[in-house]
């Protein structure tokens, strides 16, 4: 798979190394979500190590401000839409249209492999979640269950492209 990590629409060179900062990035993002989800956020487990590797077969998209990382999103194909996962924006940033331009990128780069969709799951609990991306056009397709619950946990939301 092609590798892209880009600091949204700019292409950054095969040597980033900034995976500590961007796991720290990711976890004071996610921090809200802890005790209100249930299971807890998969982000607990990841590590510098496996966000290179997830990045290494996926693509990743970043936003600096002041040579720190403020925003990602990681997207990987999946049948005919691109999956976003583990959209991140430092909450000190939030609010200052950061989400929208990753998701911009992340839409523009399906428009480039021939996706007509864009997918992504966020938890049932996370109705503020819900809420931005409908504003974003996506809607609800499904809702699931991770292993081991019997009521669902996490709604699918997708959106078609023009």
Known sequence: MNRAVAEIDVELADGFDRWQELLDLILRSFAFMDGVIDPPSSAHRLTPASLAEKAASEFCFTVRSADRVVGCVFA????????????????????????????????????????????????VELTGNHAFFRRLGFVEVARTAHAGYDRPTSITFRKQLA
């Open 76 to 123: 990987r194909e999946s049948g005919n839409a691109l999956y976003i996962g583990k959209l991140a924006v430092d909450p000190a940033e939030q609010g200052n249209g950061i989400g929208r331009r990753l998701i911009a990128a992340v839409e523009d780069h399906a428009r480039r492999l021939g996706k007509p969709a864009l997918e992504l799951e966020t938890r």
